[in-house]
T-cell receptor, first 110, second 112 residues
Framework: LAKTTQPISMDSYEGQEVNITCSHN???????ITWYQQFPSQGPRFIIQ???TKVTNEVASLFIPADRKSSTLSLPRVSLSDTAVYYC???????????FGSGTKLNVKP | ETGVTQSPTHLIKTRGQQVTLRCSSQ?????VSWYQQALGQGPQFIFQ???????GRGNFPPRFSGLQFPNYSSELNVNALELDDSALYLC???????????FGSGTRLTVV
């Protein structure tokens, strides 16, 4: 089953672009990659999902190389309110099992 | 506004007791999953239900069980509580028409 590896923490400043990379070496053919954001004492919030190449929505972009063994979440122009833990999740849809990693704690400074 | 509500928000139980946590999903979300999140860690997948049948389970013992009802509500039952069961329990729902899962704010369970 695919497991994910992310940096434990990252620091950034307001207005900067932040890129968080996740490794998922054992990703299976039918698996999607999903990113969630979580604030303290709240449930995770869906950010973006993708299968290959690039996906963009109103809050983020997701870049997935051809081998799909990693993915990069890109947050444009972060603000203080983006300080949170970000999780990369591989949707093991074939097995109906979903594994969150330990997440990346993003700290945005003024 | 998440559309998924969990109750109670906080709960204190004694070791060995049984607990039932409840979740009300968004209308039309026929898939619900439950997670356990210990302090400082990522959510751990417990199990998933689709149309009232369990169709996926993580590495949790049988004393963790669940039910899903036709009205899009669900329950997580934990028997013989242990101190290590203290955690935030999250419910998440989804449907084939949407991407990802919508999570509730969780139930904070403390076992003493």
């Amino acid at each position: 089953l695919a497991k994910t590896t992310q940096p434990i923490s990252m620091d950034s400043y307001e207005g900067q672009e932040v890129n968080i990379t996740c490794s998922h070496n054992n990703i299976a053919t039918n698996d999607y990659i999903t990113w969630y954001q979580q604030f303290p004492s709240q449930g995770p919030r869906f950010i973006i999902q993708g299968y290959k190449t690039k996906v963009t929505n109103e809050v983020a972009s997701l870049f997935i190389p051809a081998d799909r063994k990693s993915s990069t979440l890109s947050l444009p122009r972060v603000s203080l309110s983006d300080t949170a833990v970000y999780y990369c999740l591989v949707d093991q849809d074939n097995f109906n099992k979903f594994y969150f990693g330990s997440g990346t704690k993003l700290n945005v400074k003024p | 506004e998440t559309g998924v509500t969990q109750s109670p928000t906080h709960l204190i139980k004694t070791r060995g007791q049984q607990v039932t946590l409840r979740c009300s999903s968004q209308s039309g979300h026929n898939t619900v999953s439950w997670y356990q999140q210990a302090l400082g860690q990522g959510p751990q997948f417990i199990f998933q239900y689709y149309r009232e049948e369990e169709n996926g389970r993580g590495n949790f013992p049988p004393r963790f069980s669940g039910l899903q009802f036709p009205n899009y509500s669900s329950e997580l039952n934990v028997n013989a509580l242990e101190l290590d069961d203290s955690a935030l329990y999250l419910c998440a729902s989804s449907s084939l028409e949407i991407q990802g899962y919508t999570f509730g704010s969780g139930t904070r369970l403390t076992v003493v």
